[in-house]
């Protein structure tokens, strides 16, 4: 709980997954807006992240490109210990 407040939130960090699956919930939303989707299929240990492409994007020539230019980039701004995102069946 927190001490300043009594707000209930205890003031430890987010786990890494639990980031990565704030950022991949943040960008849902464009791929939806074009007929795609994407899920978090989990994270290894040198923090690969691992998710699958659904909908539109699943078999789309520019998923290598949504891939590295869109969804890897803003992962590693946003939390910077993502090693690497692959797409996974």
């Known amino acids: 709980m927190c001490d300043k407040c009594g707000c209930g939130e ?3 960090e ?3 997954e639990e980031r990565v ?3 991949i919930e943040a960008v849902r939303p464009a791929l939806q807006d074009h007929g795609g989707d994407i899920e978090l299929v989990g994270t290894d240990d040198d923090n690969t992240v691992k998710v ?3 909908g539109a994007c699943h078999g789309c020539p520019g998923a290598a490109m949504t891939m590295r230019m869109g969804i890897e980039r803003i992962l590693k701004e946003k939390v910077p210990e993502v090693k690497e995102v692959v797409a996974v069946d």
């Open 14 to 16: 987010n786990s890494f």
């Open 10 to 12: 205890t003031k430890t």
């Open 21 to 23: 699956k704030q950022v």
């Open 52 to 54: 699958r492409l659904q």
